[in-house]
C-alpha cells in the first residue's frame, strides 16, 4: 500500500480528530489512527471507544488499503515538516515508512483488523442545522455543564427537539443556561443527552458559518456530518431533571448593568472573597449598585459600587463571583438584565436584546448571606 499526500493538509485534517484520542488508554491501539484509503480518498479515524471522528482527503494512490498509525509520534513529525508532498508506503507487516524531500522516517503501524468498528447508523431521526447555531448552542451552555461523574444526567447538554424549534440545556444544580433556537426545526419530538467531550471536539472542528450539518440520532448515538467530517458518540443513558420547574415565572425585582464593567467589578472584588465560595453580596439600592465581599480567615475585604437602572424594592443577595462571570460572557450585548425577587430565590439573567430566533435564558442559585 502506498499513497502520497500534502504534510500540511494531512496535518489540518488530523488535528480536527486528534482531541479524541486519551493519553492514557487501556487499549494501545485506541492510540492510532485508523487510515483507509479507497478510490483515491483517504479516511482517518479516532475513537476512545464512546466518540469517533473521521475525516477524509484526497491522496494519490493506485490501491485500496488500510493501516493503524500511532498518532503521537505521527503528528509531533508532520508539525515539524514544511509543506511538501510526502510518500507512506506500508509493507505487509504494517511498517510505515514516510518520505519527504530530504529525509526518510520509520514507525510500526498495528493490524487495523484489530481497530474497533465504528457504530452503524440504523434506525436514525435526522434533522440539518446551520453550524454557527450548533457552535453558538455549545459555546453558550456547555460551561454549565457538571462535572460531577455521580450525576451523570447533569455531564452533557440536553437537546429539547419540537417541531417548533431545538432547545439546548445545561445545569450543575447551581445554575442553569437554556438557549433556544426557533430557527432550527426537528421533525418530531424528542430528547437526548450528549456528553461534554464531543461537543468540546465539534466546538474545534466546526466551522463559524451558514454551512448545513446533518444531525442524526437513534436510542444510544448522535451522529454529526458536516462536508467530509464525521462525528458520533455515545449518547448519556439517563434522565435529564425536570428543570422547568426551578425557572421562576415571575421575578419581580429588574435590573439593568453594563455587562463588560459588571463583569470587571466582580473580578475584581472577587479577589477578596472566600476561595471555597467565592461570595460576592449585591446590595441594590434605587440606581446604585454595590458589591461587597470578604475572607474573614484572612481579614480581606472588597467593596465596589456602580450605578445601574433598577425597578423593584431594596434588596441585598448573594452569588457565586465565579458563575456570573461565567455567564456574563454567554450574553452578547453590552448591557444585561437580571431579574431577581428573594434572596433565597433564583436569580434570572438574559441579554437585554435577543438575536433572530435565538432566546437565551440563565438561571444561578443565590448563596446564603452570611451577615
Known amino acids: 500500500m502506498k499513497f502520497i499526500v500534502s504534510s500540511s493538509s494531512l496535518l489540518k485534517h488530523l488535528q480536527q480528530i486528534s482531541g479524541v484520542i486519551n493519553a492514557n488508554t487501556v487499549l494501545p491501539i485506541l492510540e492510532d489512527f485508523l487510515f483507509e484509503i479507497e478510490d483515491k480518498k483517504l479516511n482517518v479515524v479516532a475513537t476512545d471507544l464512546e466518540t469517533v471522528m473521521r475525516v477524509q482527503m484526497e491522496v494519490e494512490s493506485k490501491a485500496n488499503g488500510r493501516v493503524c498509525i500511532p498518532a503521537k509520534i505521527l503528528m509531533d513529525s508532520l508539525k515539524n515538516i514544511a509543506d511538501q508532498p510526502l510518500t507512506f508506503t506500508i509493507d505487509k507487516n504494517f511498517a510505515v515508512e514516510i518520505t519527504s524531500d530530504n529525509g526518510k522516517y520509520k514507525v510500526m503501524g498495528e493490524n487495523p483488523d484489530n481497530f474497533p468498528k465504528e457504530p452503524s447508523a440504523d434506525d436514525t431521526t435526522s434533522f440539518n442545522m446551520h453550524s454557527s447555531a450548533l457552535l453558538t448552542a455549545i459555546n453558550k451552555t456547555l460551561f454549565a455543564v457538571s462535572g460531577d461523574d455521580l450525576r451523570p444526567a447533569m455531564t452533557g447538554v440536553f437537546f429539547e427537539l419540537s417541531k417548533d424549534g431545538v432547545q439546548f440545556v445545561a445545569t450543575d444544580a447551581h445554575r442553569l443556561v437554556r438557549y433556544k433556537r426557533t430557527d432550527t426545526h426537528a421533525t418530531k419530538t424528542d430528547s437526548f443527552i450528549v456528553p461534554k467531550k464531543p461537543l468540546n471536539l465539534l466546538k474545534n472542528a466546526l466551522p463559524d458559518n451558514e454551512d448545513d450539518l446533518t444531525i ?156
Not at 465581599?293 to 443577595?317: H, K
Not at 437580571?338 to 435564558?361: F, R, W
Request: net charge negative.
Open 216 to 371: 442524526s440520532y437513534n436510542s444510544n448515538h448522535l451522529f454529526v456530518k458536516h462536508g467530509s467530517t464525521h462525528m458520533i458518540c455515545r449518547l448519556i443513558d439517563a434522565r435529564f431533571p425536570d428543570y422547568k420547574v426551578v425557572i421562576p415565572a415571575d421575578n419581580p425585582y429588574k435590573l439593568i448593568v453594563n455587562k463588560s464593567a459588571f463583569q470587571n467589578a466582580l473580578r475584581r472584588v472577587n479577589v477578596f472573597s472566600n476561595k471555597s465560595t467565592n461570595q460576592v453580596a449585591l446590595n441594590i439600592n434605587g440606581s446604585e449598585l454595590q458589591m461587597a465581599a470578604q475572607d474573614v480567615d484572612f481579614s480581606f475585604e472588597g467593596n465596589e459600587r456602580m450605578s445601574c437602572q433598577y425597578d423593584g424594592e431594596d434588596l441585598q443577595i448573594a452569588f457565586n463571583a465565579r458563575f456570573l462571570i461565567e455567564m456574563l460572557n454567554a450574553a452578547d450585548t453590552d448591557d444585561v438584565k437580571m431579574e431577581l425577587s428573594t434572596p433565597t430565590k433564583a436569580g434570572l439573567i438574559k441579554p437585554t436584546e435577543q438575536g433572530e430566533g435565538e432566546d437565551l435564558l440563565m438561571l444561578v442559585m443565590p448563596l446564603m448571606l452570611n451577615n
